[in-house]
């Protein structure tokens, strides 16, 4: 045993409210104030926690990277070509040229390559109206399917034929079903070989049939008529086949379908279309393509049809007239013989045919045009100038044909005539020829550069993607889960969290200590013995907690009133007797002449860790007892116990008489400490009344149990009495990942410095 130190100087215990100061504690709401290190600490503290979430994650993001249905994209890319015609084939087709040298802008033929015209022939040609669904197991089935390699059929799992299990094909080019039927869909079910049967969503048999043919039956009376072209499956697996109209197949592929110029005004346009299965996704976008490009070349070739029908159409009707002018000229010639025209008549009858030339030619081009064309349209309107203007040469010419001899004048006209009709109608003749050949080699305005070909990996999903965010979201909820669970449910686990929010100091950190586990499951037994720790294992970790709470009470009781010490804490079972019985043991093996007295007179427990007596105890002496009588003297060597004593009906008003400030002035007196063990504040008032006649007041907290905002309102509620709390004891702390205690301060230099 150390030698006895000298007795503390100290007052009797008067009422010294006015003598305390309050502690000046933080407003509840500065608890979301914490350091920034804390809330590391916290997360790292619980690591298995984000550990086991993101294992979770990564599982849950695998398993849905292998059953999520993957989508492929086929791209293709089309160039717009300018002027197809050489400068030979538009010379001879002069102004018909203007029919093969329109090219489109590239927003139009985007959205031309996007149209129904484009798109639907495409559905029409593949027979996407018509879908034909394998009825997979649920959840993996088509995960599974996925996996079979091409060309193989998979053996039905766990006895369920009725699935697809990967390998099936199944290609319907007709089907055709009355409305109930189109709404509700069929259901097909392989029979063996090529042999197939077609039932309602209710099982009733619709028709039987086999691939290759075309199977046609009466239902409810409508005609329902398939053709299964292809058919791979066992016998019993089903398939979901429906019908949906034109344009909802048409509409829904386009959705699927992105058109985009490469680069502003490159004439390069990007075709890309997603899908499930890659090479029917390829097949599907060359096919829309093709159709594109076929459209392009028939709408060329419809304009060049139609312009060539017109001029067919006119070459009967110029050769008739071109056959009237010569007989009308060569009856002139047998009648007036041949006619010597001037020089300047021979001009102005070469004149007067070229002007008539090209305005006969000029209808003609309007004439095919207005079938195209509004008469307001650019086009129009400027071959109608033209013509206003050649007419009005004409009748200037016609006005000096006039004032020649009627011989002459007479002449001048037949000549005119025919010289006209014969080269209109070689030139109408030569056009048509001409359009003709050039129509035969045409080729379209557009043509593909790039074929899609089957991509070999899906765009969605993105495994590794998948898999990466699932770790970092995995990581978010655990340390989520981690901050939000001690925010909520957790207690305070370091002690700046205590300094820094409630404002006490730490005094001491008690690790967790598996002998007192061990004593107080021996307690819980009613084992009839001594439960002190300090004084069976007097090296234990948790009794080097409670030596450095000796050790800063020491110096803390030097400016104290006295020496009683008051040790509460905001609620039961936070190891508040625990705390005061090995305090008590430490300071009596320190030297200290202690008495523990159990102020809880409802339900103390003092005795049951000495292992004596219950009564007679406080409550007793209070109520006018002997005091000698009702202590129980050296439970341990230097320590003596008052205990709780009969549990009376009025404990607060107990503790408010003269008769216990005058034991507690009497203990004070005969001990070097008083220790006492109040009950919780937050339950009763019994707390603040004893801690009210103490020079000193201690805080016992759980670590991981007691809340910031219960200590909080611990620390008001005495403050409010008049009472400073002098330090706070966390006890229960487990080890850390540095060892016990390594988030709190444990040296007596620490809680010193926190005085």
């Not at 007196?669 to 220790?675: G, I, K, M, N």
């Amino acid at each position: 045993m150390n030698a006895p130190t000298p007795r503390l100087v100290r007052e009797p215990a008067a009422d010294h409210l006015s003598a305390v100061p309050p502690v000046e504690t933080q407003p509840l709401a500065a608890q979301m104030d914490v350091p920034l290190s804390m809330w590391f600490s916290r997360i790292a503290e619980s690591w298995r926690l984000i550990l086991a979430m993101t294992v979770l994650a990564l599982l849950l993001g695998g398993l849905y990277a292998f059953v999520a249905t993957p989508v492929y994209e086929a791209q293709s890319l089309i160039q717009i070509l300018d002027n197809q015609l050489s400068s030979k084939d538009r010379d001879s087709l002069g102004e018909l040229a203007s029919i093969f040298d329109r090219s489109g802008t590239a927003a139009a033929e985007i959205e031309l390559l996007r149209s129904d015209l484009v798109v639907g022939q495409a559905v029409s040609r593949l027979h996407l109206d018509i879908e034909v669904q394998p009825h997979y197991f649920p959840l993996i089935g088509a995960a599974l399917a996925r996996h079979v390699p091409a060309g193989e059929l998979a053996p039905p799992r766990f006895g369920l034929s009725q699935y697809a299990w990967g390998g099936e094909q199944v290609v319907i080019s007709a089907l055709d079903l009355p409305p109930r039927l189109m709404r509700e869909g069929v259901v097909l079910v392989a029979q063996g070989g090529e042999a197939y049967s077609l039932v309602t969503k209710g099982g009733q048999l619709v028709l039987n049939g086999r691939a290759g043919t075309t199977a046609t039956a009466q239902s409810g009376g409508d005609t329902v008529t398939v053709r299964v072209d292809t058919l791979v499956a066992r016998p019993g697996t089903q398939f979901g086949v429906t019908r949906v109209s034109l344009e909802h197949a048409t509409s829904e592929l386009q959705s699927h379908l992105t058109v985009a110029e490469k680069a502003k005004q490159s004439g390069m346009i990007g075709v890309s279309l997603h899908g499930n299965d890659a090479a029917r996704t390829a097949l599907i976008l060359n096919t829309i393509t093709e159709q594109y490009v076929k459209q392009n070349i028939d709408s060329r070739s419809g304009e060049a049809e139609h312009t060539l029908a017109f001029l067919e159409q006119q070459l009967p009707q110029l050769r008739a007239e071109l056959e009237d002018a010569e007989e009308k000229y060569n009856r002139f010639r047998n009648e007036n013989g041949s006619v010597d025209l001037s020089e300047e008549s021979r001009l102005l009858l070469q004149q007067v045919v070229d002007d008539k030339t090209k305005l006969v030619d000029l209808q003609q081009q309007r004439d095919e045009m207005i079938q195209r064309f509004t008469p307001k349209h650019p086009a129009v309107a400027a071959l109608d100038a033209q013509m206003g203007t050649l007419r009005q040469q004409m009748a200037d010419l016609s006005a000096r044909v006039e004032k020649m001899p009627d011989t002459e004048q007479n002449a001048l006209r037949l000549m005119r005539d025919v010289r006209v009709d014969t080269q209109l109608y070689t030139n109408l003749l030569n056009n048509a020829q001409q359009l003709r050949v050039v129509k035969a080699g045409q080729v379209g305005s557009v043509r593909v550069v790039d074929h899609a070909s089957t991509p070999e990996y899906p765009v969605r999903p993105n495994r590794s993607v998948i898999l990466l965010f699932s770790a970092l979201l995995g990581v978010l909820v655990g340390v989520g889960i981690a901050l939000c669970r001690k925010m909520v449910f957790g207690g305070v686990e370091h002690s700046k969290e205590i300094e820094h929010v409630i404002g006490v100091p730490v005094y001491a950190v008690v690790p967790r200590s598996p002998a007192q586990l061990k004593i107080y499951e021996a307690m819980k037994r009613g084992t009839r013995a001594q439960h002190v720790l300090a004084g069976c294992a007097a090296h234990d970790v948790a009794i080097e907690g409670i030596r450095n709470l000796r050790t800063a009470m020491q110096f803390g009781l030097l400016a104290a009133s006295n020496n009683i010490v008051a040790i509460t804490g905001p609620r039961n079972k936070v190891g508040k007797s625990f705390v005061s019985v090995n305090f008590a043991a430490v300071l009596a093996l320190g030297g200290k002449r202690t008495v523990i007295v159990d102020g809880d007179m409802r339900r103390g427990d003092i005795h049951e860790y000495l292992n004596i007596r219950r009564r007679p105890g406080l409550s007793d002496v209070i109520a006018g007892a002997d005091l000698d009588s009702a202590l129980v003297r050296n439970v341990l060597p230097g320590l003596d116990a008052l205990p709780q004593g009969t549990v009376p009906p009025n404990p607060s008003e107990l503790l408010m008489s003269e008769r216990f400030r005058s034991l507690l002035d009497e203990l004070s007196a005969r001990y070097d400490v008083v220790l006492i063990d109040t009950p919780p504040v937050l339950a009763v008032t019994d707390a603040a009344l004893i801690a009210r006649r103490a020079g000193a007041t201690l805080l016992v907290c759980r670590h991981g149990r007691d809340a910031l905002s219960g200590i909080g309102e611990t620390v008001r509620r005495l403050r409010h009495g008049g009472i400073a709390v002098k330090g706070v004891v966390l006890t229960d702390v487990p080890r850390g990942p540095f060892g016990y205690g390594s988030n709190f301060p444990t040296y007596a230099a620490d809680a010193v410095e926190l005085h």
